[in-house]
Structures are given as structure tokens and as C-alpha cells.
């Protein structure tokens, strides 16, 4: 899909808000796994938290290898894991 420049703005407007995505399943709201980084002698390690939504986006950085600094991206692609018991 494309947007214009109106649209865009937008969206920029809202990653600068730190706008959040909520979607619910299941009455369960959407949860995001972070990779907690590695401080000293400490590996780094994956972390599940649970809060409601997930960003819209996020601005570049130069301590963010392949963006612009400055340059506001949207996440368009998202893994959906659905767990379910087969038993009643």
C-alpha cells in the first residue's frame, strides 16, 4: 500500500508518540519478546514481556546498523504465534 504525504506524516507523528499496536486473541493482549542486551560479563538473553500492543515503529539511529538517523520506520511485518491445548 502507499500513503501520502499526509499519511506519512502521520504515522511519523506517531512513532515520535511512541504509539503502540494493540491487538487482542483470544481476550489476551499481544506479547513482545525483547533480547535483553549483554552487560559486562553477562550474556545477553531473551526476555518475554507482556504488555498491551507493540510500537508502531521507531526512529533511526546510528547505533542502529542499516537506518538513517533521524528517519522514522514503520514495522509492516509481524510473526503471529498462537499456542493452543488440544485437550478440553
Do not use: C, M
Not at 53 to 68: D, M, N, Q, V, W
Not at 72 to 84: A, G, M, P, Q
Request: proline letters at 7%.
Amino acid at each position: 500500500q502507499s500513503y501520502d504525504a499526509e499519511q506519512a506524516a502521520l504515522f511519523a507523528t506517531k512513532i515520535g508518540e511512541d504509539y503502540r499496536v494493540n491487538w487482542i486473541v483470544d481476550n489476551l493482549p499481544a506479547a513482545t519478546r525483547v533480547v535483553e542486551p549483554a552487560l559486562g560479563s553477562s550474556p545477553s538473553r531473551i526476555i518475554t514481556i507482556y504488555e498491551r500492543g507493540f510500537p508502531l515503529g521507531f526512529r533511526g539511529a546510528e547505533s542502529i546498523p542499516g537506518t538513517s538517523a533521524g528517519v522514522n520506520y514503520v514495522y509492516n511485518h509481524h510473526r503471529i504465534v498462537l499456542k493452543y491445548h488440544t485437550e478440553p
